[in-house]
């Protein structure tokens, strides 16, 4: 699997299947070698996967991630297998325990220790029984990682880590902790707009959902933002760590600053000008392209 150094990471649920096949053909067509899509409350994101997967002949698509409480880990194992025999290899697993409220809460699950929980799962899925085609190649497994407990997990039983709204300083930690020769994957919000006070206003808006989240709020507290950083949707120096504004320099060099850290590939999540992350502006994607490098 050749990951390369630059992804996109893009939410479809606010559009038709056939749309979002669309967008990955042109992400194809730009030379970025993988798609990354969450779920959510919406689209299955293995069966999106095995949509965009027969559409598409190059492109790596990666789970970012799969929950692990939407289903148990044979299942996962099975579905991470049967992508990846059916595309020769062009699927990357995702996987992470989530968030309280969405899994108690929504899906009515008992929400177990993080580390614990995701040791168990990785180790049933490790052992999990397949009796169909196995892939030409073992598949290969990122966990949703931020603090050192789960980056250590990750580094452990998986093929590595894939952190979301993290900054460079957070990657630079995160190598360390997972050791030279394991994927660490790190998504950057990104904002093509020069207008700092548009910007941040923008930003602040993709942000908010995930200040009421302890699993992210609680990262930030680890990497040297306080309380007050975090009040009233976030301080301008929140802000400006977590979305990288501005023109095409500004955003290449922040994706610089994660390569120097430890990076191995940055997936790159563009917002909308009003901070929405269901529908993408693209404009920085035919920006980035590396066929256009």
């Keep these: 699997m050749k990951l390369g150094r630059l992804g996109v990471w893009a939410a479809f649920d606010g559009v038709s299947a056939a749309a979002a096949l669309e967008f990955a053909r042109r992400i194809e067509r730009w030379g970025y070698p993988a798609l990354w899509m969450p779920e959510g409350r919406g689209r299955n994101v293995l069966v999106h996967a095995a949509f965009l997967l027969s559409g598409t002949s190059r492109l790596i698509v990666a789970s970012g991630i799969a929950n692990i409480y939407a289903r148990d880990p044979m299942a996962m194992a099975s579905a991470q297998r049967g992508l990846n025999e059916q595309s ?162 500004a955003i290449r060099a922040r994706i610089q600053q994660h390569w120097d850290a430890g990076a191995d590939h940055v997936c790159v999540q563009s917002l909308r000008p009003e901070g929405s992350r269901q529908t993408r502006d693209e404009r920085i994607f035919e920006l980035l392209a590396p066929a256009a490098d």
């Excluded at 177990?112 to 190649?137: F, K, N, S």
């Excluded at 997972?178 to 206003?201: F, H, I």
């Excluded at 950083?229 to 504004?245: K, N, Q, S």
Aim: proline share 9%.
């Design 88 to 249: 020769d290899g062009r699927f990357l697993l995702g996987i992470g325990v989530s968030h309280r409220p969405i899994v108690a809460t929504m899906r009515g699950h008992a929400y177990g220790p993080p580390v614990a929980t995701m040791r168990a799962y990785l180790d049933a899925m490790r052992t999990a029984p397949y009796q169909a085609p196995l892939p030409t190649e073992p598949p290969r497994t990122v966990v949703a990682a931020l603090g050192p407990r789960m980056l250590a997990l990750s580094a452990e039983l998986a093929d590595g880590a894939h952190p979301y709204n993290v900054a460079p300083e957070h990657t630079q930690k995160a190598r360390e902790i997972v050791g030279p020769g394991k994927l660490l994957c790190p998504e950057q919000m990104v904002l093509l707009d020069t207008d700092p006070s548009r910007a941040r206003r923008a930003a602040r808006a993709a942000l908010a959902p995930y200040l009421q989240l302890d699993n992210y709020v609680n990262n930030w507290l680890r990497s040297g933002f306080s309380d007050a950083d975090l009040a009233g949707g976030g301080t301008d120096r929140f802000i400006d760590a977590m979305v990288a504004w501005g023109d095409e320099t």
